[in-house]
């Protein structure tokens, strides 16, 4: 009945959306402000007999709102059902058991050892630095067939600077793919989007879920020299020719039209993370430097998992990780500055 592939399947465990009661949701990096009210006005006046036909398979006005905004050609940019496929679809395409070992950070986004494991690609957790930094220098070897890397990196938080990724591009092989999974980056971190037109093996991926408030839609897009992004079309055609819906093109476009919304949204998920790392350190914790809309924060003699516990009990999702190094850290999404204040209030009372 079940394949020899299922057996050994490690699928990712996502974070929880319980049902059972209201939780102030701190565990998933989901904005706490809505999409931009130009959204809500689209999908009101949406003609719902649009609905009959499929969605064009190249979303293509998408695609030409994406290239304008990022300042890159239309042909450089592929749109996915949420960056997980985008960067599953680039697993696929890009990286080669037959080449070596794909690299990345020791603590990371669990997701890219899942794909690994589910295209059968051999990988190798490279240690972080001093302070949980990524380093460039460890990943500079010719046993790999290609890099990936989230900037600001998860669940750190903590960026990489861009002289450093141009570093990193400069003296690693240009015919192994360095993909850099910018999920976060509006929330303060430098862009590897400049580095394009030097590095043919480039390739960015960036999601609507984080700072443009669009988690349930699940879109996110690819931006690479166009060779790259034709070969990201192969992989869908074989895979599923309509994995971006019709309406959720529609509503990406117009979300990146209301850029002045969504900047002060992040202006303000910003302004919350600086003040409630600052009050988390007068409390006695340890809390990295954030470039996220999360924070990676430790109390000594507390164990992570007693914080997240504690917390839940009182109606607070936070992100804990059973993994050894980062056990006794949680990860609290950036939510309103009440979320935070309930927070804080219940740290000081139970912790
Ligand atoms: N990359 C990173 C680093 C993430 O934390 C997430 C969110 N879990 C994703 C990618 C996936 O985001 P989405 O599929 O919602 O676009």
Redesign the pocket.
């Known amino acids: 009945m079940f394949s020899g592939r299922l057996k050994t399947l490690k699928a990712y465990v996502p974070g929880e959306q319980p049902q059972d009661r209201r939780y102030i949701k701190l565990n998933?990096?989901e904005s706490p402000y809505p999409p931009s009210p130009l959204v809500g006005t689209a999908l009101r006046e949406f003609e719902y007999k649009r609905l009959r036909l499929y969605p064009d398979p190249r979303a293509k006005r998408l695609r030409e709102k994406v290239a304008q905004v990022c300042g890159v050609e239309t042909d450089q940019v592929f749109v996915a059902n949420?960056?997980?496929?985008a960067?599953s679809f680039c697993f696929y395409a890009f990286f080669d058991a037959a080449r070596g070992k794909v690299l990345f950070p020791e603590f990371t986004?669990s997701?890219y050892p899942v794909y690994c494991n589910f295209y059968d690609l051999p990988y190798e957790k490279v240690s972080l630095g001093e302070g949980y930094v990524v380093e460039v220098e460890p990943f500079l070897r010719t046993d790999s067939c290609g890099i990936i890397f989230?900037n600001p990196n998860?669940p750190t938080g903590i960026s990489l600077p861009l002289e450093r990724m141009e570093s990193l591009l400069c003296r690693y092989p240009q015919e192994n793919a360095v993909i850099v999974?910018e999920?976060?980056v509006d929330f303060g971190a430098e862009s590897a989007l400049g580095l394009l037109n030097a590095h043919r093996n480039l390739v960015v991926?960036r999601?609507?879920?984080k700072s443009m408030s669009l988690?349930g839609l699940?879109?996110?897009f690819v931006i690479a020299h166009s060779s790259l992004i034709e070969a990201l079309f192969t992989v869908k055609d074989s895979f599923n020719s309509y994995p971006v819906d019709t309406l959720t093109q529609m509503i990406g476009e117009i979300a990146l039209s209301d850029e002045s919304y969504y900047r002060a949204m992040r202006e303000k998920i910003v302004l919350t993370r600086e003040r409630f790392s600052q009050r988390l350190q007068e409390m006695g914790w340890l809390v990295l430097p954030s470039k996220a809309n999360f924070v990676f924060a430790t109390k000594k003699g507390i164990a992570g998992l007693h914080v997240y516990q504690t917390l839940r009990e009182k109606g607070i999702l936070v992100r804990h990780f059973d993994m050894k190094g980062i056990e006794d850290f949680v990860r609290i999404t950036i939510g309103t500055d009440e979320d935070m204040e309930t927070l804080l209030d219940a740290i000081k009372s139970s912790l």
């Open positions: 998933t990096n949420g960056s997980d496929e960067l986004y997701f989230a998860a999974d999920a976060y991926i999601t609507f879920s988690a699940r879109l996110g």
